[in-house]
């Protein structure tokens, strides 16, 4: 089943931006997270105009935009098929550039980024699914903010508001290196950590330290679609790695490249994004064998390790093998302003992220970082962390509960063992545009973001941890009632 191009291309005719390129960047967005398979043969322009309702000549524009940038490919008398590009081409930077002439307006020249276009959507609507984000009423924000407060009224950080020639809190790392070593199985010092404000910033920096055009990076297939984006527009290739019920496909791996191929894999092992599968003991350390022998690093994305639900824990493949970097977040429980993301690798790799940090990020957030350190200090963390699992398991049971209700048989899903959302796949073809839209009039709102859908998948990533039980029912009530009109229309 090829999903119609009106099911994930919205044109707003309110926008200044022309509706070729609209067309254009939304196509883009598709082939990332696999909504269009590469190689796809595609239909023809004037069956997408219809389906559009655009004149042919637009969608033709969008096409030559699209080959010019590489991620289709035009074969006369033969078709249109998906392409995704390392980066764009010199040739077409160079000619974009002469094409365009200043406005009267401004002085300069500039070429859009249609790789980082923005995935993320507004809404008003009363009741919202998203990734899995925590639930922010669950935490008294005075209690955090009297944290907060009291670190900045300490003189030794007022002292350091000047100072631009460090980054991060010292105190902080120490505390949060103490913190690691008891939590997670590390046994690391302060200085083999970094601190940002994103997950994403962090990644961003990897890339620019680590990946030159034509590196190829695997990810598991869709993967998560902030790190495609930035290693594409840093000039990787994305290779997709099959994924099961024990996480990445080793096997894969040895069966489809070769030494010195890969430049690293990027993975979330706790729970593998968006199907929220763990992998299993055995695969990771086929993973880390493979990664010695064939001379590739791995960047871990743990951002759930502290949103886990069984009792045993898996230390991460970062506290055995010096070929991981292991991207962590801090408190993902507390409110986003509350929340710290960090970075761990060896000593060569933290020197020349430092670099970078030091101008995309200096100083850091050093009131923010004490106060934290503070809450780890005085123990108050773990007071905070087991409340937090405590809601959030309770949550995660009541979510089994209503999908098996709803739903019975209807669907495929397992129940994850970290993380704050469900991997729901529907056992019948329904086009989950439509069934967003439907939703919608109904007060719930699907972010695109949530949606898979290609030849072999019917599926939603469900985040449950910012729904109280009231708000699930409802949610999963409305999901319902709207997939069961599309199945018997």
Excluded at 163 to 185: C, I, V
Excluded at 245 to 264: A, L, M, P, T, W
């Amino acid at each position: 089943m090829f999903v119609p191009f009106n099911e994930f291309i919205r044109i707003d005719r309110r926008k200044s931006e022309a509706i070729f390129l609209q067309i254009a960047y939304q196509f883009i967005q598709a082939v990332q997270r696999g909504i269009i398979a590469v190689d796809a043969k595609l239909p023809g322009t004037r069956v997408i105009s219809q389906e559009l309702k655009v004149h042919r000549k637009t969608v033709v524009a969008a096409f030559q935009e699209l080959q010019a940038q590489g991620w289709v490919e035009i074969i006369p008398n033969v078709g249109i098929f998906t392409k995704n590009p390392q980066v764009l081409s010199k040739n077409h930077l160079k000619s974009s550039k002469n094409d365009k002439k200043p406005t009267k307006t401004i002085d300069f020249r500039l070429d859009s980024s249609y790789t980082l276009s923005s995935p993320f959507e507004k809404t008003d609507c009363r009741l919202q699914f998203d990734d899995g984000h925590t639930d922010i009423r669950l935490f008294n924000t005075k209690e955090l903010y009297r944290f907060y407060n009291n670190a900045f009224q300490r003189k030794s950080i007022l002292q350091q508001l000047g100072d631009y020639s460090r980054h991060g809190n010292t105190f902080f790392k120490e505390q949060l290196s103490y913190y690691l070593n008891l939590t997670q199985g590390f046994h690391i010092g302060k200085d083999q950590l970094v601190t940002g404000k994103s997950k994403e910033l962090l990644i961003y920096i990897l890339s620019q330290v680590l990946i030159k055009t034509g590196d190829v990076i695997l990810t598991g297939s869709f993967g998560y679609f902030g790190a495609n984006m930035i290693f594409q527009q840093a000039g990787a290739q994305i290779k997709p790695i099959p994924v099961d019920d024990e996480g990445i496909d080793v096997d894969y791996i040895q069966k489809h490249f070769s030494k010195n191929q890969i430049r690293c894999i990027y993975l979330n092992p706790r729970s593998q994004y968006p199907t929220t599968v763990k992998m299993s003991s055995k695969r990771r350390s086929e993973l880390l064998n493979l990664a010695d022998t064939y001379e590739f690093l791995i960047i871990e994305d743990d951002a759930d390790a502290e949103l886990y639900f069984e009792s045993t824990v898996d230390y991460p493949m970062a506290t055995t093998q010096n070929r991981v970097i292991y991207l962590g977040s801090f408190a993902p429980y507390f409110p986003p302003a509350f929340q710290v993301k960090f970075l761990l690798a060896s000593q060569v790799l933290i020197d020349e992220v430092v670099k970078y940090l030091g101008i995309l990020y200096p100083q850091g957030d050093i009131i923010l970082e004490q106060a934290l350190a503070e809450i780890i200090k005085e123990g108050d963390i773990h007071r905070y962390a087991r409340k937090a699992n405590k809601i959030y398991k309770k949550r995660l049971e009541r979510f089994d509960e209503l999908l098996r209700f709803n739903f019975g048989k209807e669907i495929r899903y397992k129940k994850p063992v970290g993380g704050l959302s469900y991997w729901v796949e529907f056992k019948q073809e329904i086009s989950l545009h439509q069934l967003g839209k439907a939703c919608q009039k109904d007060d719930l709102f699907i972010p695109r973001i949530c949606m898979y859908q290609n030849a072999k998948t019917t599926a939603l990533k469900l985040g449950f941890g910012r729904l109280n039980e009231q708000e699930m029912a409802e949610s999963l009530a409305i999901l319902h009632d709207n997939w069961k009109k599309l199945v018997s229309s």
